[in-house]
């Protein structure tokens, strides 16, 4: 085991929430290091080329809301502007092996996407960190209390390794956390508790692509926004980059549903052919398809993520917002937000929050220290 001693804040995750706080911090000086366990940034964002040089589209988060300041707000300092969803159209909606269409304007009107996918935020925030902050294929796996900072047990190509700081920011979904970390000391039984019965926002979800040449459904009126209860999708929307070129739609896959455990091909014939039935035969060859089962992620979901949440809060609850071990563990993460809950908007406003706790406890300690000297 080796030990590295040089971070005066460790992060932990590099999904939108941990780089903000990174950011945050940065900007204020601190010497961050941010430990990965994926070999991507971005967590839950995550976007694929819709064909080989094509944009990347998102498998994992998509949209935006104007009401939502925080998320926004980062992008204008990215300068990522963003741009509304397709929606013009009719809406379609099958039933009993029925396709209505419906003149209703689509259900994602006004939404906004993000050139590149949301996932691009997430890069552009890396990659205005200074070289080298961002660690990636690093999973933390302990946490200890020191009496002067905290150390945090990493494994990385199957090494382990510890690092020291004066604090750390858990930037994981908290039921990941508590499924994955050890802490020492224990954490409180009512933290504990309420990592355990938080879940984590869309982590039951899977999410299809499929590419064509064109959107060749808005030629025919269609604005590419359709619900369905027959499936194997119950959503499906309008993907197609800015520019339209080339069509993309993406749907979300039912959960539960049998064929999520099929063979790849199954799953994608029996997404065609909904397709088909709902856009028609000009449906039936596209040029790619894609998918994404965020249950089998096993750096976002955990066994208990694996349903659908009966019911989601509207923020995280008071105990993963609260600062431990003398203000040197601290939560960030979408599902700690205090809006905007485990959404986008609620990433950047924890990584943020977070990043301000960790200063406002720093800047106690040097206070106390400064009041020691003066009393010697
Ligand atoms: C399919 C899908 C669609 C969604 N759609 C939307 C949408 O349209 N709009 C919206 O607002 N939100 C949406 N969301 C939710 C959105 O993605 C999240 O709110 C947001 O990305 C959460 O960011 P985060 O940084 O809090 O967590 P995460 O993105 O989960 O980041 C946590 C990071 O921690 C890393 N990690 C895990 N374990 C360890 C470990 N042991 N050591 C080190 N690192 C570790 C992970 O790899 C990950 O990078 C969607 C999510 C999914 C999955």
């Known amino acids: 085991m080796t030990t590295d001693s040089t971070s005066s804040v460790l992060i932990l995750g590099a999904g939108l929430s941990g780089l903000m706080a990174a950011r945050r911090l940065v900007a204020a000086g601190r ?17 694929v080329p819709a064909l080989p040089g094509a944009a990347p589209t998102d498998l994992g988060a998509t ?34 092996g029925t ?38 294929n690093a999973r933390a796996t302990a946490l200890r209390q020191l009496p002067d900072g905290v150390e945090v047990t990493v494994a990385e ?9 004066d604090a750390v920011v858990v930037a994981l979904p908290p039921r990941l956390a508590a499924h994955s970390l050890q802490f020492k000391p224990a954490l409180p ?24 040449e064109t959107p060749f ?77 965020w249950t089998r992620e096993p750096y976002t979901s955990t066994p208990a ?17 609260t600062p431990l071990w003398q203000g040197r563990l601290i939560w960030a993460g979408a599902e700690t937000a205090s809006g905007e809950w485990g959404r986008l908007d609620g990433a950047v406003e924890a990584g943020a929050r977070a990043a301000a706790q960790v200063l406002a406890g720093q800047n106690l300690a040097s206070q106390i220290t400064q009041d020691k000297t003066q009393a010697t």
């Open 31 to 47: 010497t961050v290091r941010v430990l990965e366990a994926r070999d991507r940034v971005g967590g839950r964002t995550h976007a």
């Open 63 to 96: 949209w935006g809301w104007s009401h939502q300041p925080q998320l926004l707000g980062l992008a204008r300092e990215l300068g990522l502007a963003p741009f509304e969803q397709f929606s013009t159209g009719a809406t379609a909606y099958e039933t009993g």
């Open 99 to 136: 396709v209505h269409r419906l003149p209703h304007p689509s259900g994602s009107a006004g939404y906004l996407r993000f050139t590149g996918g949301a996932a691009a935020l997430a890069q552009a925030a890396a990659a205005a960190l200074p070289a080298g902050t961002v660690q990636l």
């Open 157 to 165: 190509n199957g090494r382990l390794r510890t690092y020291r700081a």
């Open 189 to 212: 039984a009512a933290v504990q508790a309420a990592q355990q019965q938080m879940p984590t926002w869309m982590s039951h979800s899977m999410k299809s692509l499929v590419t064509y």
């Open 217 to 293: 459904w808005r030629s025919q009126g269609w604005s590419g926004f359709a619900v369905s209860q027959n499936g194997p999708l119950t959503e499906i929307h309008d993907a197609s980059p800015p520019e339209g070129r080339p069509g993309v739609l993406f749907g979300f896959f039912a959960a539960p549903h049998p064929l999520r455990n099929a063979a790849p091909a199954a799953r994608e014939a029996a997404v065609v052919a909904q397709l088909v039935r709902i856009f028609g035969p000009a449906a039936v060859h596209p040029l790619a398809y894609q998918e994404l089962d």
């Open 305 to 321: 993520d694996e349903a659908a949440p009966l019911s989601v809060p509207l923020q995280g609850p008071p105990e993963l917002r």
